[in-house]
């Protein structure tokens, strides 16, 4: 997208040369004869950089740098004037002006003046989107999987971000639909630019349009100066968001124009701002049954659902489950300074067995809390007491389990569901089934030792 710059000045001359000479070098110009017309278009639309005439028919030009400086904090400003003297630039630069150009001057000054502004602007915005990114937490997640649903989605997804539409995300709380955004956004064209997430359920209605919009000073209650929004922050880039199905009607109906125009406003301020970011959306929601419900708009699901992808929950892809524990494992281990973990076979069959209502994010963090209360560099299923989780006692019974487990040699709970203690246990025979009987073999393959595989078998009355 074109830079647009303004030229405020008084000089017909000046104007279509400075006009012509920034044309040609690709910018939208947009002119103003007098000091107001240039604020109606600065109240009325978004500029790169103003360039401003100290010596105007109509208002002071130290009064337009106050005045344009007041609306937008962060717009370079340029002083252009043939009455140019050190003091009327030192005031000019204490007001709020960028830089100072005297006439008069040749074409070439001219755009290096224009270059050097806008790319400290560009600077500016670009470590702004940084600070906010350092604020997150330390070291980017990578989404994991080679199961054939992950394989399938990961084509689906490389395919979409050769494209610039938009996409919805939908798939159950803790399955990666964030990442997955992001694996679209780091494959596309917009990769060098801002990748700027925004979690809508997080977000309450009254700083909503705040957030995504920006605001100007004295907009409201605690306004103490202009806020640029995410739709700016992601400019060139990708905008994510999250949670979309929880945006109130009255907001969807802000979000649709936006969406729909790539055209913002800053709350308090009637100035359209051009912006150019692709949007990704992602629910945990039904979109669809909610249009039904009347609480989601059909027209915004219609925008944001040009391209759809689901991620599986973690129970439809349990072949992924030993790869996630190993990269989890690595992850915590140099966070906590705990290398080289691993987990049994024991333990990594209860993990498979598991339905993990949390998915994903469920496996990370009991992942997690092993690495910091397992005792050994070996994390078996004692370890699971250790670091008070109890997901053994919720492990159900799943339609494609082996039969061993769909015919169990006792009673599941009353609830129906097996003990941690009994997946263990059909584990272990299930492993001396396959040795035959060998018991070192078996201890070796459930990676514990004899003595601690013949307690188990004691314990169980096996002998």
Same mark, same amino acid.
């Given at each position: 997208?074109?830079?647009?710059?303004?030229?405020?000045?008084?000089?017909?001359?000046?104007?279509?040369?400075?006009?012509?000479?920034?044309?040609?070098?690709?910018?939208?110009?947009? $002119? =103003?004869? /007098? #000091? %107001?017309?240039? &604020?109606?278009?600065?109240?009325?639309?978004?500029? +790169?950089?103003?360039?401003?005439?100290?010596?105007?028919?109509?208002?002071?030009?130290?009064?337009?740098?106050?005045?344009?400086?007041?609306?937008?904090?962060?717009?370079?400003?340029?002083?252009?004037?043939?009455?140019?003297?050190?003091?009327?630039?030192?005031?000019?630069?204490?007001?709020?002006?960028?830089?100072?150009?005297?006439?008069?001057?040749?074409?070439?000054?001219?755009?290096?003046?224009?270059?050097?502004?806008?790319?400290?602007?560009?600077?500016?915005?670009?470590?702004?989107?940084?600070?906010?990114?350092?604020?997150?937490?330390?070291?980017?997640?990578?989404?994991?999987?080679?199961?054939?649903?992950?394989?399938?989605?990961?084509?689906?997804?490389?395919?979409?971000?050769?494209?610039?539409?938009?996409?919805?995300?939908?798939? $159950? =709380?803790? /399955? #990666? %639909?964030?990442? &997955?955004?992001?694996?679209?956004?780091?494959?596309? +064209?917009?990769?060098?630019?801002?990748?700027?997430?925004?979690?809508?359920?997080?977000?309450?209605?009254?700083?909503?349009?705040?957030?995504?919009?920006?605001?100007?000073?004295?907009?409201?209650?605690?306004?103490?100066?202009?806020?640029?929004?995410?739709?700016?922050?992601?400019?060139?880039?990708?905008?994510?968001?999250?949670?979309?199905?929880n945006v109130n009607l009255e907001l969807q109906a802000k979000?649709?124009?936006?969406?729909?125009?790539?055209?913002?406003?800053?709350?308090?301020?009637?100035?359209?701002?051009?912006?150019?970011?692709?949007?990704?959306?992602?629910?945990?929601?039904?979109?669809?049954?909610?249009?039904?419900?009347?609480?989601?708009?059909?027209?915004?699901?219609?925008?944001?659902?040009?391209?759809?992808?689901?991620?599986?929950?973690?129970?439809?892809?349990?072949?992924?489950?030993?790869?996630?524990?190993?990269?989890?494992? +690595?992850?915590?281990?140099?966070?906590?300074?705990?290398?080289?973990?691993?987990?049994?076979?024991?333990?990594?069959?209860?993990?498979?067995?598991?339905?993990?209502?949390?998915?994903?994010?469920?496996?990370?963090?009991?992942?997690?809390?092993?690495?910091?209360?397992?005792?050994?560099?070996?994390?078996?299923?004692?370890?699971?007491?250790?670091?008070?989780?109890?997901?053994?006692?919720?492990?159900?019974?799943?339609?494609?389990?082996?039969?061993?487990?769909?015919?169990?040699?006792?009673?599941?709970?009353?609830?129906?569901v097996l003990s941690l203690s009994e997946i263990e246990r059909?584990?272990?025979?299930?492993?001396?089934?396959?040795?035959?009987?060998?018991?070192?073999?078996?201890?070796?393959?459930?990676?514990?030792?004899?003595?601690?595989?013949?307690?188990?078998?004691?314990?169980?009355?096996?002998?």
């Amino acid at each position: 997208m074109k830079e647009s710059i303004l030229i405020i000045d008084d000089d017909s001359a000046i104007r279509d040369g400075c006009s012509q000479v920034l044309r040609k070098s690709g910018y939208d110009v947009i $002119e =103003s004869a /007098t #000091g %107001k017309d240039g &604020l109606d278009k600065i109240d009325k639309y978004e500029f +790169d950089l103003v360039l401003v005439d100290l010596k105007l028919p109509d208002i002071n030009g130290l009064d337009l740098i106050r005045s344009t400086r007041e609306r937008d904090l962060s717009v370079p400003i340029v002083v252009i004037t043939g009455y140019g003297t050190i003091q009327n630039a030192v005031e000019a630069m204490r007001l709020g002006a960028n830089d100072f150009l005297p006439k008069p001057f040749e074409p070439d000054e001219l755009r290096l003046v224009v270059q050097r502004n806008l790319k400290a602007h560009r600077l500016a915005l670009e470590n702004l989107y940084l600070r906010e990114e350092l604020k997150k937490k330390e070291g980017e997640k990578k989404i994991i999987g080679k199961s054939p649903q992950m394989e399938a989605l990961f084509r689906q997804a490389t395919t979409i971000a050769s494209t610039d539409s938009t996409v919805l995300i939908t798939g $159950e =709380s803790g /399955t #990666g %639909k964030g990442l &997955l955004a992001r694996y679209i956004h780091d494959h596309s +064209d917009r990769k060098d630019f801002p990748f700027v997430a925004v979690d809508c359920s997080t977000l309450v209605p009254t700083l909503f349009e705040s957030e995504l919009f920006g605001h100007v000073k004295g907009a409201f209650t605690g306004a103490e100066s202009n806020k640029i929004g995410k739709f700016e922050m992601a400019s060139g880039g990708t905008l994510f968001l999250d949670e979309i199905g929880n945006v109130n009607l009255e907001l969807q109906a802000k979000l649709l124009k936006a969406v729909e125009e790539k055209e913002i406003s800053r709350v308090g301020s009637h100035r359209v701002t051009r912006v150019d970011v692709r949007i990704i959306a992602a629910t945990n929601k039904d979109l669809r049954r909610e249009v039904e419900k009347g609480a989601f708009r059909e027209d915004l699901f219609f925008r944001l659902n040009v391209l759809a992808l689901r991620t599986p929950p973690l129970r439809e892809r349990q072949g992924d489950i030993a790869e996630l524990v190993r990269y989890f494992l +690595d992850v915590f281990g140099k966070k906590y300074n705990r290398m080289d973990l691993t987990v049994t076979p024991a333990l990594l069959a209860i993990f498979e067995e598991y339905h993990w209502p949390g998915n994903v994010r469920e496996l990370e963090n009991i992942v997690e809390r092993l690495v910091i209360f397992s005792r050994g560099r070996v994390i078996d299923v004692e370890d699971l007491g250790l670091a008070g989780i109890r997901i053994g006692e919720r492990i159900e019974k799943k339609e494609d389990a082996p039969e061993r487990l769909q015919e169990p040699q006792t009673q599941p709970a009353s609830d129906g569901v097996l003990s941690l203690s009994e997946i263990e246990r059909r584990h272990i025979l299930s492993v001396l089934e396959q040795t035959g009987g060998n018991r070192s073999e078996a201890a070796r393959l459930l990676g514990i030792d004899r003595k601690t595989l013949r307690q188990k078998l004691k314990k169980w009355g096996i002998q």
